[in-house]
């Protein structure tokens, strides 16, 4: 069981930066791939970027290459989304998962644990 915390959400303005945070219970967080996905107003929860269990494999989607980063520190059990040049396309509720997948997953169904979320809104 892994229960997942996320923090760091907020309003900022276009162009601003933001590093949101997944604290992890559970002695095993470095044995699980590590999502992010993002759920806007009436829309689907989407992937944004995941981790491979030792960080050296990262997967993003491409509305977000270049601009955000995933990265983990499993002796702090916590997974990491530094979020730059923000849009206002970018608002939206951030949840982190967790998966027993090797591989990065960017299919929900993959994900077997999942944080309770995060506003992050970007005013234009």
């Known amino acids: 069981q892994v229960q997942l915390v996320e923090s760091g959400g907020g309003l900022v303005q276009a162009g601003d930066s933001l590093r949101l945070s997944c604290a992890a219970s559970g002695r095993t967080f470095s044995s699980y791939t590590m999502g992010w996905f993002r759920q806007a107003p009436g829309k689907e929860r989407d992937f944004v970027a995941g981790?491979?269990?030792?960080?050296?494999?990262?997967y993003y989607a491409d509305s977000v290459k270049g601009r955000f980063t995933v990265s983990r520190d499993n002796a702090k059990n916590t997974v990491y989304l530094q979020m730059n040049s923000l849009k206002p396309e970018d608002t939206a509720v951030y949840y982190c998962a967790a998966s027993r997948l090797v591989i990065v997953p960017t299919r929900r169904v993959n994900y077997d644990y999942w944080g309770q979320g995060t506003q992050v809104t970007v005013s234009s």
């Open positions: 981790i491979s269990w030792s960080g050296g494999t990262t």
